[in-house]
């Protein structure tokens, strides 16, 4: 579609504040494709009102991902982004695509068993739903890639099956996507429960180290993350806290664990810990400096926003016309 050029695709939710995981999971990655492929990348508004969300704070979440977009290191010159409820092609092609998928499929889908679990009281349809959704947004763009963190491997995986099955019946409609997930930083664990995913949504803030969070608070969440009774910082099995920590360390210094092993032997939890708040919270000042200057400009932002929408629409039209040409709509001129 793109001059034989390979379309790189993601997104993610305004759903609450970011985490490092989201940063070092997805967003640092998404910059890594803006050379060589096409790159969109979604505020998915949509998908975040699976659970309920207070308007103002998803109004305000919605710029802030945006201008994180941004402040990551993504051009919008180059690359495409937007916000997934300007395009309404999404829950047009989602319908559809609903339509070929499985009640089963949906049923084994291990974050709508977690979140129906987390919220009993709204296990609504669009929570089950939700994978579509995705996959709608995925095969819009005849995506190539879509840079994950590993929870949302699962879902990337669906995508590949509903298009398959689809093309199966109507040949050469959808590319096949691939999931791209990172070595380093795929899963960034809690800091309170190592053995639980970071998540945006976590109720104990001190779990959680939010992208925008000052250099003291960063310091002071790592201080304070839970670690096991040894004293050696080292990298093995049972060792869930350090682990999280040293995976952590690995990714903002690029160093292997053997070499963090070899930087810390002789020394304590306490200063290894220090080192993880230190070098996380240096990293990512400069987002944050970046990120204060986009947000200064809302009318900049809206302005970014329309644009994206206007050239994702572009894309997502002609994909979804396809579609419904050969399902046999009637097309109106
Ligand atoms: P969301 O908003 O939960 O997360 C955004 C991205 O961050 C990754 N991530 C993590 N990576 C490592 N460690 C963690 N603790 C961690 N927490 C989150 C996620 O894997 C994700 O890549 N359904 C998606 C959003 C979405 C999407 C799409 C993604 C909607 N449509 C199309 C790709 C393509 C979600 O809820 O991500």
């Given at each position: ?35 060589d ?13 699976t ?12 710029y802030?991902?945006?201008a ?53 009281d ?32 699962q ?5 590949r099956?509903?298009?398959t ?25 809690s800091?309170s ?6 998540s ?10 939010y ?19 040894d ?17 952590i ?11 963090i ?37 809302k ?35």
């Open positions: 579609m793109f001059q034989n050029q390979k379309v790189s695709y993601s997104g993610v939710q305004p759903s609450g504040n970011l985490t490092i995981g989201n940063y070092l999971g997805a967003l640092r990655n998404f910059s890594t494709y803006s050379e492929y096409k790159c969109l990348y979604c505020v998915v508004d949509q998908h975040a009102i659970v309920r969300q207070v308007p103002a704070d998803l109004r305000r979440r919605t802030e991902t945006l994180l977009y941004m402040a990551c290191g993504l051009d919008p010159e180059k690359v495409t982004l937007y916000v997934q409820s300007h395009v309404h092609e999404h829950t047009e092609l989602a319908w559809i695509l609903n339509c070929f998928t499985m009640f089963g499929e949906l049923s084994r889908m291990t974050q709508f068993k977690d979140k129906s679990a987390k919220h009993a709204n296990i609504n349809a669009g929570l089950f739903t939700y994978p579509v959704l995705m996959a709608s947004d995925i095969l819009l763009y005849q995506t190539d890639v879509v840079p994950v963190g590993i929870d949302q491997k879902h990337v995986e669906l995508c099956d509903i298009a099955r689809f093309n199966a019946l109507y040949p050469d409609t959808f590319t096949i996507p691939e999931p791209i997930v990172s070595k380093s930083g795929m899963k960034i664990m800091l429960e190592p053995t639980k995913k970071m945006k949504s976590d109720e104990n803030p001190n779990a959680v180290v992208i925008l969070d000052d250099k003291d608070t960063i310091i002071r969440k790592f201080k304070r993350a839970v670690t096991d009774s004293t050696e910082v080292r990298f093995a099995p049972g060792k869930d806290g350090i682990n999280n920590l040293m995976s360390y690995a990714c903002f210094t690029g160093k292997s664990m053997e070499e092993e070899a930087e810390f032997a002789g020394k304590g939890y306490g200063d290894f810990k220090l080192a993880v708040g230190e070098t996380c919270a240096d990293a990512l000042a400069p987002v944050q400096q970046r990120f204060a200057q986009y947000m200064g400009d009318a900049g932002l809206e302005a970014q926003m329309k644009k994206g929408a206007e050239e994702a629409s572009y894309i997502a039209r002609r994909t979804l016309s396809k579609v419904e040409k050969k399902l046999g709509f009637v097309q109106l001129r």
